[in-house]
């Protein structure tokens, strides 16, 4: 059972930078995963926000940004807002297969 | 601008066999390269995938549940289903469809409760 981990909490300053990163079980994240990565807030659907490693959907705020760091896929938030508060979710393909990673709860303090 | 809306009923018995339909307005789910997708979050847990369906009817599956999940689609309603088999307790939560690649279009999320 292949396993996407990501850290279970964060946490940043307002105005601060911060990255999360998105590992596979199966070793480095390649492009060839094409990550996703997702924000969901209570309540909500998730949103996209990245996908296929660092192109952003036209909603996306330009201080959100996506790359492959160490072997990872990761989500860098630049100038933190309050309103970034929120679960954040990948998503890699494995083939015919999508697996989702745990999430990593953001918290803006 | 693409809209999904997920249907089905709230309550299903154990055992029983768990539908629900994803019907997609603002396009046709036959034009473009897309796949038709299922995702389902417990409540206070994460995100699973369930699994999708390509346009040309072609469906790929979480192996996890695999053996009781069902994905078709209904071009002339522009819908596509999931039918999810023997459910338990266990697969009681908010299930949502969304289109993939990228993933930029959800439906709004129904809860299934599973329960006598």
């Known amino acids: 059972q292949t396993v996407v981990t990501q850290e279970p909490s964060l946490t940043v300053s307002p105005g601060g930078t911060v990255t999360l990163t998105c590992a596979s079980s199966?070793?480095?994240?390649?492009?060839?995963?094409?990550p996703n990565w997702f924000q969901q807030k209570p309540g909500q659907a998730p949103r996209a926000l990245i996908y296929s490693t660092s192109n952003k959907h036209s909603w996306t705020p330009a201080r959100f940004s996506g790359s492959l760091l160490g072997g990872k896929a990761a989500l860098t938030l630049s100038g933190v807002q309050p309103e970034d508060e929120a679960e954040y979710y990948c998503?890699?393909?494995?083939?015919?297969?999508?697996?989702f990673g745990g999430g990593t709860k953001l918290t803006v303090l | 601008q693409v809209q999904l809306q997920e249907s089905g009923p709230g309550l299903v018995k154990p055992s029983q066999t768990l539908s629900l339909t994803c019907t997609v307005s603002?396009?046709?789910?036959?034009?473009?390269?897309?796949?038709w997708s299922w995702i389902r979050q417990p409540a206070g847990k994460g995100l699973e995938w369930i699994g999708r369906?390509?346009?040309?009817?072609?469906?790929n599956y979480n192996p996890s549940l695999k053996s009781r999940v069902t994905i078709s689609v209904d071009t002339s309603k522009n819908q596509f289903s999931l039918k999810l088999s023997s459910v338990t307790a266990a697969d009681t939560a908010v299930y949502y469809c969304?289109?993939?690649?990228?993933?930029?279009?959800w439906g709004q999320g129904t809860l299934v409760t599973v329960s006598s």
């Open positions: 969304a289109r993939d690649p990228g993933f930029g279009y």
């Open positions: 603002g396009g046709s789910i036959s034009s473009g390269s897309y796949y």
């Open positions: 998503l890699l393909y494995y083939g015919g297969a999508v697996v």
């Open positions: 199966t070793g480095a994240v390649t492009s060839g995963y094409y």
């Open positions: 369906i390509y346009t040309s009817g072609s469906t």
